[in-house]
């Protein structure tokens, strides 16, 4: 069997009932789908999957990419409006400033599924869809320990602040790294998940602390950025890192023994079950699901099961 996750849970919060939109579906009608940018593997994979699924179902689709951007987002839910979208699959740009664009879509009664990040209100969404973060920052905190040791200083690379996920694998981090005194975190840089701000971000903190033993990242991207200028400083043997999202790339670093794991985010589970709870929204005004906050567990990547991919973020089982 072929998964991309191992489970799924639902969190306490709205339900997911709700009508309108059912007299459309039965025609089919597009799906329009916003990401972040496809440029990231996991963005890429998130937006090839939804529209995939939405083939197999009866439904037009069109990928679009918001880069982060709420103007641009707002933009793209205003063209999904005009072209009659019959729903759209979401990524948000910003957990507080996409709710706008939520209402927005929601005033012209097109139901929007939220996938991968959350926004700071429930009750508009029909479901959000999302990876268990904290599950997975405390998965990869525990195994950068086993790698780095415990003690020694360390870096590390975060997130956009505009995206609840940054704080939350953050926070999960500290809990695990929290209990070694002796490991000492002695830097931190925003990098924004991109792989070139990973590698400048990680030169900067390279000048400052150039006796690190490891740096935990909040995505893959960023890791792998800091693992090419590690290369260039000559220090790569000396420094462990740590990833977190489960792409191609992270996963060919860590059967190279240049990563030390990455945490595999179901992306291509919940981007599927995302256009499945939108179709049977639109069939039967339900979506269900028994919450509107869905967590989908993460896995531990590491050189025991990297080999065991199927495909982009797919592990068997």
């Not at 006796?211 to 200028?229: H, Q």
């Given at each position: 069997m072929t998964v991309s996750a191992c489970s799924s849970s639902s969190s306490p919060s709205a339900g997911?009932?709700?009508?309108?939109?059912?007299?459309?579906?039965?025609?089919?009608?597009?799906?329009?789908?916003?990401?972040?940018?496809?440029?990231?593997?996991?963005?890429?994979?998130?937006?090839?999957?939804?529209?995939a699924e939405a083939k197999t179902l009866g439904y037009t689709s069109n990928v679009a990419a918001s880069k982060g951007d709420t103007n641009t987002e707002s933009t793209?839910?205003?063209?999904?409006?005009?072209?009659?979208s019959v729903a759209i699959i979401l990524d948000p740009a910003n957990a507080s400033g996409s709710i706008g664009a939520v209402k927005k879509a929601n005033a012209a009664n097109i139901p929007v599924?939220?996938?991968?990040?959350?926004?700071?209100?429930?009750?508009?969404?029909k479901a959000q869809l999302v990876s268990n973060n904290a599950q997975g920052a405390a998965l990869g905190g525990q195994q950068w320990v086993k790698d780095v040791g415990e003690k020694g200083t360390y870096v590390e690379l975060l997130g956009a602040p505009s995206d609840n996920n940054a704080a939350t694998r953050s926070n999960g981090y500290l809990s695990v790294l929290s209990q070694y005194p002796t490991l000492k975190e002695v830097g931190k840089e925003v990098a924004n998940w991109?792989?070139?701000?990973?590698?400048?971000?990680?030169?900067?903190?390279?000048?400052?602390?150039?006796?690190?033993?490891?740096?935990?990242?909040?995505?893959?991207?960023?890791?792998?950025?800091?693992?090419?200028?590690?290369k260039q400083a000559g220090k790569l043997a000396q420094v462990k890192v740590g990833g977190f999202d489960g792409s191609p790339d992270a996963a060919a670093a860590v059967k190279a023994g240049e990563m030390q794991y990455t945490v595999l985010q179901p992306v291509a589970t919940f981007a599927k079950k995302a256009v499945q709870q939108a179709d049977s929204f639109l069939?039967?005004?339900?979506?269900?699901?028994?919450?509107?906050?869905?967590?989908?567990?993460?896995?531990?990547?590491?050189?025991?099961?990297?080999?065991?991919?199927?495909?982009?973020?797919?592990?068997?089982?």
């Amino acid at each position: 069997m072929t998964v991309s996750a191992c489970s799924s849970s639902s969190s306490p919060s709205a339900g997911s009932g709700g009508t309108g939109g059912a007299t459309s579906a039965s025609k089919g009608g597009l799906i329009t789908i916003i990401v972040n940018d496809p440029a990231n593997p996991y963005w890429q994979t998130e937006g090839t999957v939804a529209a995939a699924e939405a083939k197999t179902l009866g439904y037009t689709s069109n990928v679009a990419a918001s880069k982060g951007d709420t103007n641009t987002e707002s933009t793209l839910i205003d063209t999904a409006i005009t072209n009659k979208s019959v729903a759209i699959i979401l990524d948000p740009a910003n957990a507080s400033g996409s709710i706008g664009a939520v209402k927005k879509a929601n005033a012209a009664n097109i139901p929007v599924f939220l996938v991968n990040a959350e926004i700071n209100q429930e009750g508009l969404a029909k479901a959000q869809l999302v990876s268990n973060n904290a599950q997975g920052a405390a998965l990869g905190g525990q195994q950068w320990v086993k790698d780095v040791g415990e003690k020694g200083t360390y870096v590390e690379l975060l997130g956009a602040p505009s995206d609840n996920n940054a704080a939350t694998r953050s926070n999960g981090y500290l809990s695990v790294l929290s209990q070694y005194p002796t490991l000492k975190e002695v830097g931190k840089e925003v990098a924004n998940w991109d792989r070139t701000q990973g590698h400048d971000k990680m030169q900067t903190l390279l000048q400052a602390h150039p006796d690190i033993t490891g740096v935990i990242a909040g995505n893959d991207e960023m890791a792998l950025g800091a693992i090419t200028a590690l290369k260039q400083a000559g220090k790569l043997a000396q420094v462990k890192v740590g990833g977190f999202d489960g792409s191609p790339d992270a996963a060919a670093a860590v059967k190279a023994g240049e990563m030390q794991y990455t945490v595999l985010q179901p992306v291509a589970t919940f981007a599927k079950k995302a256009v499945q709870q939108a179709d049977s929204f639109l069939k039967t005004g339900k979506t269900g699901a028994d919450a509107e906050k869905q967590s989908f567990d993460c896995i531990l990547v590491t050189t025991a099961n990297v080999g065991d991919f199927t495909g982009p973020f797919t592990l068997k089982q």
